[in-house]
């Protein structure tokens, strides 16, 4: 019930190419779905995130589409350049007494070719 | 100013040594966390403190002794040191209401290998 799945594994896309990569979750008592960036030998920093009473969100050429329904959420990089090149994880935290909890997804490494 | 400070950044030891690993927060966050990742890059809770009180404990090895001496502070201290424990441990703070997500920022990680 606490796992966040996500897929792909790895993605490699051309620059000014469109980055999309998805999760699902199985516990609905979480309200906090973030996305985080992690480049090589540094922590995690948070990219965007989406609360469930909102579809979507978007921020700059990051978009998290959420569907309720489905338990799913995703995030679209628009316009990718080299320098998103990173490993992104997907989370989940919230509900019960989680006191901010984290469930990560497995992370994608994205590389972008210039 | 760094948010979330962890000390040492490297740390290479033997078997069956004791080795500590020391995290600062200036947000003035209440929550603090220890957080894994392996090999594969997979990040797990290990354990979280809210207001010095442990709170959460992922089923960690009792060798993992977590202490925080105040809500800045949390340390994760580490008992006869075993090859599995390789991994990088990042300290990670957050400013949370219960049941409630919210965002938690991740210090540098301290990557520790055992010889």
Not at chain 2, 23 to 43: A, I, P, R, V
Not at chain 2, 96 to 105: K, L, P
């Amino acid at each position: 019930q606490q796992q966040v799945k996500q897929s792909p594994q790895s993605l490699i896309v051309q620059k000014g190419g469109i980055s999309i990569i998805n999760c699902a979750y199985e516990n609905t008592a979480f309200d906090y779905f973030p996305w985080y960036q992690q480049f090589p030998g540094k922590g995690p920093a948070l990219l965007i995130a989406i609360r469930p009473d909102v579809s979507e969100k978007k921020e700059g050429r990051f978009t998290i589409s959420f569907n309720k329904s489905a338990k799913q959420f995703s995030l679209h990089i628009m316009d990718s350049q080299p320098g998103d090149s990173a490993t992104y994880f997907c989370a989940a935290g919230g509900g019960g007494t989680s006191y901010g909890k984290l469930t990560f997804g497995q992370g994608t490494i994205l590389t972008v070719h210039p | 100013d760094t948010a979330v400070s962890q000390t040492p950044k490297y740390l290479v030891t033997q078997m069956g040594n004791d080795k500590s690993i020391k995290c600062e927060q200036n947000l003035g966050h209440d929550t603090m966390y220890w957080y894994k990742q392996d090999s594969k890059k997979f990040l797990k809770i290990m354990f979280s403190y809210n207001n010095k009180e442990l709170i959460i404990n992922e089923t960690v090895p009792n060798r993992f002794s977590p202490k925080s001496p105040d809500k800045a502070h949390l340390n994760l201290h580490i008992n006869s040191l075993e090859l599995g424990d390789s991994a990088v441990y990042f300290c990670a703070s957050s400013r949370v209401r219960q049941g409630g997500g919210t965002e938690a920022f991740f210090g540098q990680g301290t990557r520790l290998t055992v010889v």
